[in-house]
């Protein structure tokens, strides 16, 4: 990585984003409703080798992750992987799909996490059987969108906090191992079983692996952020790494603990899985409500973040021509305040219209894994362009690799047919979005 020798880009976002907050972002952001709430479903497919799949999918993100650091510090404005695909094609139809693909897995995302916040925590926390997820959940994201309204500072000052509760949070599961090492119990074995024989070990690694690389996105998310930092070159490489290694690393001990703490069945049936390491691993401690507590908070900043990087998505492509101007608009306080609220607005119907939630964080995955496939390949198409500054440099074999293992992650046999489908109305959602814009702008050119 070089330093940049030329002077920030004009913008009219407020650049009050650090490096330190940077590193907190990103960490706050991949630390949150995944390992909180799917390291049984992870288990369901992987067995007790739970960790092995969030191994895997670490590896995914890492690779991926060069990608964008070659990008982000090449181009340090909003818009992210959209920004990059229209550099590298010029095609307006194919940077408005990746543009709404990015949007609408920010949403499901978002959505995913607000109905996990009226789940198995929020009865841990409050003693309330069969609590109205999908009320809780609405009430969560307009929470979240009041937040984003407020401003881009004060949502990082947010977001700091609650990462520093949802780390001790995990730090907290993995002294929970140690605990039942030191005393004896446990079962560090179960975390060794695969699921299946032979080449079912492999498939089963693999669907697992799907699954929990929905805990590892939000890397990405920052790239949207590139004209809010103080200075992006400098700053995104260190934050990006850093924040993406300490969570892998604290990924691999919960998965640990999680697998030789609890029966896989247990973990498997609970939509809060660390409660239920709590409960098992330290029966005597009364930590119920306080873990619920905190992993509610922590499936929130899920929420925050993704609707965070949403909106700023939709501003910057607006800013680009590939969206309506209207979606450029900023409020009083600076903030896109359109976007925030169509975003709001989405993740609410969905959170209402889809029949099996858990569908959504899959949705996530296998979306995102789709624009990852084509950030890999921008990056290595835009290798011709040259510009006046200097910027990080990615080894291309990494980026072929990551293009190579995004398109395996593609295949239908690591997902069940609904994702896919529900990621199919989606696109087409944003296919006839397209379409409409198409036909206004042409309208009014004339």
């Known amino acids: 990585m070089t330093t940049a020798t030329e002077p920030r880009e004009p913008t009219e976002l407020r650049r009050v ?22 390291t049984g479903e992870v288990g369901a497919d992987s067995g007790g080798a739970i960790w092995a799949s969030f191994l895997i999918a670490f590896a995914l993100a890492f690779l991926t992750a060069f990608a964008y650091l070659e990008l982000v510090t090449k181009y ?3 818009a992210g992987a959209a920004l990059y695909v229209d550099r590298a094609f010029g095609i307006r139809a194919l940077s408005f799909m990746v543009t709404f693909a990015v949007m609408a897995s920010g949403v499901t995302s978002a959505a995913f996490a607000a109905s996990r916040v009226g789940g198995r925590y929020f009865t841990g926390l409050t003693g309330v059987e069969n609590p109205p997820a999908v009320l ?17 500072a004060e949502s990082m000052r947010v977001n700091v906090a609650i990462t520093c509760i949802e780390l001790a949070g995990l730090l907290f599961i993995i002294g929970v191992g140690g605990w039942v090492l030191a005393t004896g119990g446990g079962d560090p074995g179960a975390a060794f079983e695969f699921s299946g024989t032979g080449f079912g070990v492999v498939t089963g690694l693999l669907a697992g692996a799907a699954t929990a690389f929905y805990a590892f996105i939000g890397f990405e998310d920052s790239a949207n952020l590139a004209e809010e930092v103080t200075e992006p070159r400098k700053c995104f490489p260190p934050a990006l790494v850093t924040g993406l290694v300490l969570a892998g690393v604290v990924y691999l001990l919960v998965a640990f603990t999680a697998a030789m ?14 409660l239920e390491v709590v409960r098992t691993g330290v029966p005597d401690l009364p930590a119920d409500r306080v873990f619920s507590a905190v992993s509610i908070i922590a499936v929130s900043n899920t929420m925050l973040i993704n609707m965070l990087m949403a909106s700023r998505l939709l501003y910057g492509m607006a800013n680009r021509g590939v969206l309506p101007p209207m979606f450029g608009r900023l409020g009083a306080r600076r903030t896109p305040w359109v976007a925030i609220a169509f975003t709001t607005a989405a993740a609410i119907l969905l959170l209402i219209a889809v029949d099996d939630l858990g569908d959504l964080s899959d949705t996530t995955v296998l979306l995102l894994t789709g624009v990852f ?14 510009v006046a500054h200097d910027h990080f440099r990615a080894p291309t074999v990494v980026l ?5 293992v995004s398109a395996i992650f593609l295949l239908p046999m690591v997902r069940d047919a609904g994702v896919y489908l529900l990621a199919f109305w989606l696109l087409l959602g944003g296919a006839a979005l397209w379409a409409i814009n198409w036909a206004v702008t042409r309208s009014t050119a004339r």
């Open 17 to 38: 984003i650090s490096r330190p907050v940077l590193t907190f972002f990103i960490l706050g952001d991949v630390l949150g409703a995944g390992i909180y709430s799917l």
């Open 76 to 78: 340090p404005q909003a």
């Open 136 to 152: 809780i959940g609405i009430a969560a994201i307009l929470l979240v969108a009041a937040v984003n309204l407020w401003g881009v």
């Open 261 to 274: 703490t609890v029966p896989l069945d247990t973990l498997v049936e609970s939509s809060g899985p660390l």
């Open 373 to 386: 496939l084509a950030v890999n390949v921008s990056a290595l198409v835009l290798r011709r362009d040259t």
């Open 400 to 404: 072929v690799l990551g293009a190579l």
